[in-house]
C-alpha cells in the first residue's frame, strides 16, 4: 500500500479538515499539543475528554477557541464515553495512567484504566461509527517488567482482538508505540528543572541507563501517520535515537548554567536499564519506512490449519531497544531542548541565580 507523509512540505494535514476529532486523556501534556496543532488546521471541531475539570477550564481559558470543546468523564465509565462520542470521525486515545512507581503500587487501577477503560473506548469508538482510532502505547510494553508496561501490552492485545472481528470497510483500530517524550509531564527533563530550582543535586538512577527521546511533534506526526496507512491491528513504531541519564543530566546542566551536581538513587521499582520499541520477532515481518515500522497484525486464530506457516524465523535478529539505536551526543540533546520553549523558558529564569 502506499503510505502517506501527512507534514510533506509542511503544510497543516489536510485529512483533519472538516473533521471532528476526539482526544482520550486530552489534559496532558500530549493532548495540548495535539490541540494546538489541530487548531492549525480546518478542523472542525476537538473534543477533549477527560477527569479533569481543572485542567479543561486551564485549556479553555488558554487556548480560547470555539472549535474545542470539553467532555467530563472517565474512560472506566462507558456512559461517559457515550456522551462525547457521537458525531466523531477519529479518536486519539490517550487516556491512561503512566506512572510507573504508581503502577506498581496498584497495579489493579492500571488495569482497569490502561487496559478496561481502553476496550470501553474501543467499543464506544465502534458503536458510533467512528472511523479510525489511534491507542497510544509505550516502549514499555514491550519485554513489561513492570505494571504500566503490562498493562499497556494488554491493551495493545484488547485493541487487536477486536480488530480481528472488524472489516476494512468498519472503524480501523491501530496503535502507535513511543518511547519517553520529552520535557512531557512527569518525564525527568521537569523533574531536572525543579531540582535545579530548589539548588539541589539532579538525581539519576544509573548513570548508564537509555532511553528513547522525541519531541511532542514527532508523537504527533506518528499518529498522523497511523490515522493515514493504518489497516486493521497494525502497530506502528517511531524510529528515535536514545541517550543515557548521565548525558541528559550533563546537557541540561550545560544548558542551564547549573552547578548543582548531580548524585545517584539507583534504579526504581518496575524500571529496566534499557527499553524495546519493537522486538526481533516484530521486526522480522515489519515494515520499514525512513521514519518508521509497522507490524501487521497476526490475524490468524487459535484452529490448527491457521496456524502453519507462521512467520520467518528471527533467532538472529536484534530487538530495536535504547542500547543499540542511535545515541545523541550531548551537544544533540542540547539541541532538541533548546527547541522546547517551556524548557528554554525556565532556563532563561534560572541562569541569573544558576549555580
Same mark, same amino acid.
Given at each position: 500500500?502506499?503510505?502517506?507523509?501527512?507534514?510533506?512540505?509542511?503544510? *497543516?494535514?489536510?485529512?483533519?479538515?472538516?473533521?471532528? %476529532?476526539?482526544?482520550?486523556?486530552?489534559?496532558?501534556?500530549?493532548?495540548?499539543?495535539?490541540?494546538?496543532?489541530?487548531?492549525?488546521?480546518?478542523?472542525?471541531?476537538?473534543?477533549?475528554? !477527560?477527569?479533569?475539570?481543572?485542567?479543561?477550564?486551564?485549556?479553555?481559558?488558554?487556548?480560547?477557541?470555539?472549535?474545542?470543546?470539553?467532555?467530563?468523564? +472517565?474512560?472506566?465509565? #462507558?456512559?461517559?464515553?457515550?456522551?462525547?462520542? *457521537?458525531?466523531?470521525?477519529?479518536?486519539?486515545?490517550?487516556?491512561?495512567?503512566?506512572?510507573?512507581?504508581?503502577?506498581?503500587?496498584? *497495579? +489493579?487501577?492500571?488495569?482497569?484504566?490502561?487496559?478496561?477503560?481502553?476496550?470501553?473506548?474501543? +467499543?464506544?469508538?465502534?458503536?458510533?461509527?467512528? $472511523?479510525?482510532?489511534?491507542?497510544?502505547?509505550?516502549?514499555?510494553?514491550?519485554? #513489561?517488567?513492570?505494571?504500566?508496561?503490562?498493562? $499497556?501490552?494488554?491493551?495493545?492485545?484488547?485493541?487487536?482482538?477486536?480488530?480481528?472481528?472488524?472489516?476494512?470497510?468498519?472503524?480501523?483500530?491501530?496503535?502507535?508505540?513511543?518511547?519517553?517524550?520529552?520535557?512531557?509531564?512527569?518525564?525527568?527533563?521537569?523533574?531536572? =528543572?525543579?531540582?535545579?530550582?530548589? @539548588?539541589?543535586?539532579?538525581?539519576?538512577?544509573? &548513570? /548508564?541507563?537509555?532511553?528513547?527521546?522525541?519531541?511532542?511533534?514527532?508523537?504527533?506526526?506518528?499518529?498522523?501517520?497511523?490515522?493515514?496507512?493504518?489497516?486493521? @491491528?497494525?502497530?506502528?513504531?517511531?524510529?528515535? #535515537?536514545?541517550?543515557?541519564?548521565?548525558?541528559?543530566?550533563?546537557?541540561?546542566?550545560?544548558?542551564?548554567?547549573?552547578?548543582?551536581?548531580?548524585?545517584?538513587?539507583?534504579?526504581?521499582?518496575? /524500571? $529496566? %536499564?534499557?527499553?524495546?520499541?519493537?522486538?526481533?520477532?516484530?521486526?522480522? !515481518?515489519?515494515?520499514?519506512?525512513?521514519?518508521?515500522?509497522?507490524?501487521?497484525?497476526?490475524?490468524?486464530?487459535?484452529?490448527?490449519?491457521?496456524?502453519?506457516?507462521?512467520?520467518?524465523?528471527?533467532?538472529?535478529?536484534?530487538?530495536?531497544?535504547?542500547?543499540?539505536?542511535?545515541?545523541?551526543?550531548?551537544?544533540? =540533546? $542540547?539541541?532538541?531542548?533548546?527547541?522546547? #520553549?517551556?524548557?528554554?523558558?525556565?532556563?532563561?529564569?534560572?541562569? &541569573?541565580?544558576?549555580?
Amino acid at each position: 500500500m502506499a503510505v502517506t507523509d501527512p507534514r510533506a512540505g509542511g503544510k *497543516p494535514a489536510a485529512l483533519f479538515s472538516g473533521q471532528t %476529532l476526539l482526544i482520550t486523556g486530552g489534559t496532558g501534556s500530549f493532548g495540548g499539543a495535539v490541540a494546538r496543532y489541530l487548531l492549525s488546521t480546518d478542523v472542525k471541531e476537538i473534543r477533549v475528554f !477527560s477527569r479533569d475539570e481543572a485542567k479543561q477550564e486551564m485549556m479553555r481559558v488558554g487556548f480560547g477557541d470555539a472549535r474545542l470543546r470539553f467532555y467530563l468523564g +472517565d474512560v472506566r465509565d #462507558p456512559n461517559s464515553l457515550d456522551v462525547a462520542m *457521537p458525531g466523531v470521525d477519529y479518536v486519539f486515545h490517550a487516556a491512561a495512567l503512566k506512572q510507573v512507581p504508581s503502577c506498581e503500587l496498584f *497495579p +489493579d487501577q492500571a488495569v482497569m484504566t490502561n487496559v478496561m477503560g481502553s476496550r470501553n473506548v474501543i +467499543d464506544c469508538a465502534i458503536r458510533h461509527g467512528v $472511523k479510525r482510532l489511534v491507542s497510544i502505547s509505550t516502549d514499555k510494553a514491550v519485554y #513489561p517488567v513492570n505494571a504500566m508496561g503490562m498493562s $499497556k501490552a494488554l491493551m495493545e492485545k484488547t485493541v487487536q482482538a477486536r480488530a480481528r472481528t472488524l472489516s476494512e470497510g468498519g472503524t480501523v483500530l491501530a496503535v502507535v508505540r513511543y518511547g519517553n517524550v520529552v520535557a512531557s509531564r512527569g518525564s525527568v527533563v521537569p523533574v531536572f =528543572i525543579e531540582q535545579m530550582k530548589r @539548588g539541589i543535586p539532579l538525581t539519576l538512577t544509573a &548513570p /548508564e541507563m537509555t532511553r528513547f527521546l522525541l519531541t511532542l511533534d514527532d508523537a504527533i506526526a506518528l499518529i498522523e501517520f497511523a490515522l493515514l496507512n493504518a489497516h486493521q @491491528g497494525d502497530i506502528f513504531v517511531r524510529k528515535s #535515537p536514545a541517550s543515557t541519564v548521565a548525558d541528559l543530566s550533563v546537557a541540561m546542566t550545560e544548558l542551564f548554567g547549573y552547578g548543582g551536581g548531580t548524585r545517584t538513587i539507583g534504579v526504581r521499582p518496575g /524500571e $529496566k %536499564l534499557h527499553e524495546t520499541l519493537c522486538t526481533a520477532n516484530e521486526l522480522a !515481518s515489519a515494515e520499514e519506512f525512513p521514519d518508521y515500522f509497522r507490524i501487521a497484525m497476526d490475524a490468524r486464530d487459535v484452529r490448527p490449519d491457521t496456524l502453519i506457516g507462521g512467520k520467518r524465523s528471527s533467532l538472529e535478529g536484534r530487538d530495536y531497544s535504547s542500547d543499540v539505536t542511535q545515541q545523541l551526543s550531548i551537544a544533540a =540533546i $542540547k539541541d532538541v531542548l533548546q527547541r522546547l #520553549p517551556d524548557v528554554m523558558a525556565a532556563a532563561a529564569a534560572l541562569k &541569573p541565580t544558576a549555580g
